[in-house]
C-alpha cells in the first residue's frame, strides 16, 4: 500500500516527538515491506504565525484533504494567546474534516505504574469517546461591554441531536468490541438543563438499540473520583467536548503520564481524511530539552496505522512501545532517565526483530 499523510509537527515538543513519529513510521515502513509513506510536511506554527500573520494558508484545509490521514504534534506558544493557536489550527482541522469522534485510549504500560498505589497492570483500561464536533467547543458567544468597566462573556455550548447520536453510535460500537461490553456515560444534567438534558435523553434512546452492552450514567464531577477510587469499574466511557478533555488528561496521568496517551480524531464516514496526535500539549516548559515522551506521539502514529488498514504492523508497534517500557527504557515523566531518541531508537531497534 502507499500511505500518503500530511504532517503538521506545530510547536514545542511538537516538533520533538513529531520526528520520532516519523523515524519509527519510516522505520516500520522499512522493516515490514508492506507499505510506502508519503509525507509532505507543512510548516505551520506559532513561530511562523508570527512571521506571517497567518496559521494555515487559506487553501490549507483543501491541501490536507488530499491525503490519507493527517499526523499532528501539538500547537500552542507562550508568544500567542492559546485560544487563537487553537482555533487557528487544531479545531478548524477537526471541524471542517468533520472529525466528530475523538478517540482516547489510556491503560498502564508494562513496566511502568499508576500513581494510585493499589491500581495494577490490567486494572485501568479505559477507551473514552468524545464528542469532537460542538459541545462546549461549538465557538458561539461573545464579548460585549454592557456598560463602561462591565463586559459580559457568553460561551455558548451546543448540543444537537444528529451529533449526539452518531457519537453515542460510534461508542456503543466500541464498547460492544470489547470484552467486557460496558459503557459509562458522563453529563451534567443535574446544573446544566437544556443540552445535558437533550444528550442524556438521546443516549437512553439510542441504549436501546444496544441490549447486548451495560450502561451506567455519571455526572462528571464524581466521575473523577470513581476514576481515581475505582478504575477497574470503568472500560469504555462517552463524554462530551470539554468534559472528555478534562477526564483524559486524569485518565492519563492516573496510568502513568499524559505523555503516554494517543488520540485519534476520526471521520468514521471517511470522506475526510482522519487526524491522529498525543493527546498532550506543546510542553513549553521542557521544549527544546530532548526529554519530551515520544511514547504518545508512537502510540498515536500506530493508531494511524489500523486506521488505514495495517492493523497487524500497529500491533507490532504497540507491542515494540511496550517491550521498550519493560525494558525500563523510559523518560522523565515515567521515572526514567532516557531522552526522547533513546527511546525512540530503541523503539526502532525493537522493529528490526518482527
Ligand atoms: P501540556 O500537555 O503541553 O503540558 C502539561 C504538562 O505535562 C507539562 O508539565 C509538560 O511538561 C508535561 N508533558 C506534556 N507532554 C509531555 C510529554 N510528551 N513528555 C513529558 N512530559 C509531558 O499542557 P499545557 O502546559 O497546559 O499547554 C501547553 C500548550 O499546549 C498551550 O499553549 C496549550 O494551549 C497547548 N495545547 C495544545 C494541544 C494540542 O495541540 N492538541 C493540547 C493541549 C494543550
Ligand atoms: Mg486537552
Not at 199 to 208: H, L
Not at 260 to 281: C, K, Q, V
Request: hydrophobic fraction near 40%.
Amino acid at each position: 500500500s502507499y500511505f500518503k499523510v500530511g504532517v503538521i509537527a506545530g510547536d514545542g515538543i511538537g516538533t520533538e516527538i513529531t520526528e520520532s513519529a516519523i523515524q519509527v513510521l519510516q522505520k516500520l515502513a522499512d522493516v515490514s515491506g508492506s507499505f510506502v509513506w508519503e509525507f509532505t510536511h507543512y510548516d505551520w506554527s506559532s513561530d511562523k504565525y508570527l512571521e506571517r500573520g497567518w496559521y494555515m494558508p487559506e487553501d490549507g484545509l483543501e491541501q490536507l484533504k488530499r491525503h490519507d490521514a493527517i499526523y499532528f504534534g501539538a500547537v500552542g506558544s507562550p508568544k500567542v494567546p492559546d485560544h487563537i493557536s487553537l482555533w487557528n489550527l487544531i479545531l478548524p482541522i477537526r471541524k471542517t474534516l468533520t472529525q466528530y469522534i475523538n478517540l482516547r485510549p489510556t491503560r498502564i504500560l508494562p513496566g511502568t505504574s499508576s500513581p494510585l498505589k493499589s491500581c495494577q497492570i490490567g486494572d485501568l483500561d479505559w477507551v473514552f469517546v468524545r464528542e469532537n464536533s460542538e459541545g462546549e467547543y461549538a465557538g458561539h458567544g461573545g464579548i460585549t461591554e454592557v456598560a463602561p468597566g462591565n463586559a459580559i462573556g457568553t460561551e455558548l455550548a451546543i448540543f444537537s441531536q444528529a451529533a449526539c447520536e452518531r457519537v453515542f453510535r460510534f461508542a456503543f460500537d466500541t464498547a460492544r468490541s470489547r470484552p467486557r461490553k460496558k459503557l459509562t456515560m458522563v453529563t451534567k444534567s443535574n446544573a446544566q438543563r437544556y443540552g445535558m438534558v437533550l444528550w442524556d435523553k438521546i443516549f437512553w434512546e439510542i441504549a436501546k438499540e444496544y441490549p447486548d452492552v451495560e450502561t451506567d450514567k455519571m455526572l462528571v464531577d464524581a466521575m473523577t473520583v470513581r476514576m481515581t477510587l475505582h478504575p477497574k469499574s470503568l472500560d469504555t466511557i462517552v463524554a462530551t467536548n470539554l468534559h472528555a478533555d478534562i477526564l483524559t488528561d486524569l485518565a492519563a496521568a492516573l496510568s502513568g503520564s499524559i505523555g503516554i496517551a494517543p488520540s485519534s480524531n476520526l471521520d468514521p464516514t471517511r470522506r475526510n481524511p482522519s487526524m491522529f496526535e498525543p493527546i498532550h500539549g506543546s510542553a513549553p516548559d521542557i521544549a527544546g530539552k530532548g526529554v519530551a515522551n515520544p511514547i504518545g506521539a508512537l502510540w498515536s502514529a500506530a493508531e494511524m496505522l489500523r486506521w488505514l488498514g495495517a492493523g497487524r504492523e500497529a500491533d507490532e508497534l504497540v507491542k515494540s512501545i511496550e517491550t521498550v517500557t519493560e525494558a525500563g527504557v523510559r523518560t522523565r515523566d515515567l521515572g526514567g532517565v532516557a531522552t526522547t531518541k533513546e527511546v525512540t531508537d530503541t523503539v526502532c531497534k525493537e522493529l528490526e526483530n518482527i
